[in-house]
C-alpha cells in the first residue's frame, strides 16, 4: 500500500516538475484528497516527497534533505491535531445517535392521547426546534366526559428541557385526576418542580379542565402564555389570562381560576411562546397576525386550522423556527 | 445578535446596566458576569433593562436565578426601564408579582 502511494506520488510529482501545469496540479489535489481517506499523516506525505526527490533528484545537496528532515518534525503535532479532528468527528456522531435515541425514547415516554369528547374538536400541533422537545402537551380524561388538558415549556431547549418535561409527566400521572381543579393540579406540580429543578430553569404551564355535559371550561394558568377564547357570535379574541407564578420558582405558589361557558363554534387556542414570539426580519409576529390566520379558517376543523396556522408562521419566519412550538385549539361543535 | 453588560459595584450597591438582545444565545453572557454578585451578602442590585429590545424566557431565567440567590443571601434585585414588551413577560409568568420591576412610563399597557 505505502509502496503504492510512494509510485503514485513520484509520477504526480515527476510529471509536475516537467511541466507545471493546471492539469498537473489539478491531478495532484485529487492525490492529495485520497491521501485524506487513507489517513495519510501531513509528516508521512513529506516522508514520500523526500523520498521521491531523492529518487528523482539524486545530486541534490545535503541541506535539502537536512531541511525535509526539519519539515517532517514540524508536522508531526499537525498530525496530531488532524487526528484529534478525526476522533472528535466519531465521537459527534455517536452523540447524534444517542440523542436521535432520546428523541424516540422521549416520543414514547410523553405520548399522549386525545380525548374523544362529545361536542368537542380538538387540533394539535408540536414541533421542536431541535430534536428534543421543551413543549409538552398532555391530556387526561374520564368516563364522566372530563377532559384536563395540559400545555407546558420548559424554559431553554433540548435535552436538559426534554428531561425536566419527564417530571411534569410523571406528577401528572400520579395525580391521575380528570376532574381536578386547575389551582389544584398547578399546585401540586408547583411543589413537585420545586424540589427537583436547578434555580435557573422553571417551567410554565397552562392548564385547562373540560366538561362536556356542561361545556364549560374551567382554566389556570402558571405564568405561561395566556389561551385565547375566540367568540364565534361576537367574532371577537379574548386573552383567558388567569394569575400564577411559573412553576418552581417558589413552593408557595397559588394559582387563579376562572370558569367560561363555550358556545358553538367558540375556539380555545392553546399555546406556547415558540407560536407568538415567532421574528420575521421587518420585527416581531404580532398576535393579531394569528388572530387573522385563525379567523381565514375558523370554519375548518381544528386540525386544519392548527396546521394553517403553523404552515403560515413558519413560511413568514423562511421556514426557520427558532423555539419549539406547540399549538392546541378546541373547537365547540 | 450581541449584548453588552456593565456592572458597577461599590459598597454592596450593584449598579448594572444591560444593551441588546437577552436570549439563548446572549443569555450564558450575562449569566456569568451576574454569578460573580450573587453570593455575597446582602447585594442591593438595580439593573437598568431600558436598552433591552428582546428578551426570552432564557433571559427571564437568568434574572430569576440571580434573584433567588440574592434574596437567599439577604440582598435586593430591582429591574428598572422595561419596556412594555419586558414588562408583559413579566407580567405574564408572575415574576412582576414577587420581583421589584419598573416599566418605563410611556407605552406601557
Known amino acids: ?333 | 445578535m450581541n449584548i453588552q453588560v456593565e456592572l458597577e459595584e461599590t459598597d454592596n450597591k450593584l449598579k448594572g446596566y444591560i444593551h441588546g438582545e437577552i436570549d439563548a444565545h446572549t443569555a450564558p453572557v450575562l449569566r456569568e458576569k451576574l454569578e460573580a454578585y450573587q453570593n455575597k451578602d446582602g447585594v442591593n442590585a438595580e439593573l437598568d433593562l431600558s436598552d433591552v429590545d428582546y428578551m426570552d424566557s432564557t433571559g427571564l431565567g437568568v434574572f430569576v436565578a440571580f434573584y433567588k440567590s440574592v434574596n437567599a443571601k439577604g440582598g435586593h434585585v430591582k429591574l428598572t426601564g422595561l419596556s412594555s414588551r419586558l414588562k408583559r413577560l413579566f407580567d405574564i409568568t408572575g415574576l412582576g408579582d414577587i420581583m421589584d420591576i419598573e416599566s418605563v412610563g410611556k407605552g406601557g399597557n
Not at chain 1, 487513507?38 to 531541511?67: C, F, G, R, T
Not at chain 1, 418542580?193 to 371550561?217: H, N, P, Q
Not at chain 1, 402558571?222 to 367574532?235: C, D, F, M, Q, V
Not at chain 1, 367558540?266 to 415567532?278: A, K, R, S
Open chain 1, 1 to 333: 500500500m505505502v509502496h503504492k502511494i510512494e509510485n503514485q506520488y513520484k509520477e504526480i510529482l515527476n510529471q509536475y516538475m516537467q511541466r507545471q501545469s493546471e492539469q498537473n496540479l489539478y491531478v495532484g489535489q485529487n492525490f492529495s484528497r485520497q491521501l485524506i481517506s487513507e489517513n495519510i499523516s501531513p509528516e508521512e506525505v513529506i516522508s514520500v516527497h523526500k523520498a521521491a526527490m531523492q529518487e528523482i533528484y539524486k545530486e541534490l545537496p545535503d541541506v535539502v534533505w537536512h531541511s525535509f528532515d526539519f519539515l517532517i518534525e514540524m508536522m508531526i503535532n499537525y498530525g496530531l491535531a488532524l487526528q484529534e479532528r478525526q476522533s472528535l468527528l466519531q465521537r459527534q456522531e455517536e452523540i447524534r445517535v444517542e440523542m436521535d435515541l432520546a428523541a424516540n425514547v422521549q416520543e414514547t415516554l410523553l405520548k399522549t392521547k386525545l380525548p374523544a369528547l362529545k361536542g368537542l374538536d380538538i387540533g394539535l400541533l408540536s414541533i421542536p426546534a431541535r430534536k428534543m422537545n421543551g413543549d409538552y402537551i398532555y391530556f387526561i380524561s374520564d368516563e364522566e366526559g372530563h377532559a384536563g388538558i395540559a400545555v407546558a415549556d420548559v424554559i431553554g431547549k433540548g435535552l436538559p428541557a426534554a428531561l425536566c418535561m419527564s417530571m411534569v409527566k410523571f406528577g401528572m400521572d400520579s395525580l391521575n385526576n380528570s376532574p381536578a381543579s386547575p389551582s389544584e393540579v398547578l399546585g401540586v406540580i408547583n411543589r413537585v418542580v420545586e424540589k427537583s429543578i436547578d434555580d435557573s430553569m422553571f417551567v410554565s404551564m397552562f392548564y385547562g379542565r373540560y366538561d362536556a355535559s356542561t361545556a364549560a371550561l374551567t382554566y389556570g394558568s402558571a405564568g405561561h402564555e395566556p389561551a385565547i377564547l375566540y367568540r364565534s357570535k361576537t367574532g371577537e379574541f379574548d386573552e383567558l389570562y388567569a394569575k400564577g407564578l411559573l412553576l418552581g420558582v417558589s413552593p408557595a405558589a397559588a394559582y387563579e381560576e376562572h370558569t367560561v361557558q363555550l358556545e358553538e363554534n367558540d375556539l380555545v387556542i392553546m399555546m406556547t411562546d415558540g407560536v407568538t414570539e415567532g421574528r420575521t426580519d421587518e420585527g416581531f409576529i404580532e398576535r393579531e397576525v394569528i388572530f387573522e390566520l385563525i379567523q381565514q379558517k375558523k370554519d375548518e376543523p381544528a386540525q386544519t386550522i392548527v396546521q394553517h396556522v403553523y404552515d403560515e408562521l413558519e413560511r413568514m419566519q423562511n421556514a426557520e423556527l427558532r423555539d419549539d412550538f406547540t399549538l392546541v385549539i378546541y373547537k365547540k361543535v
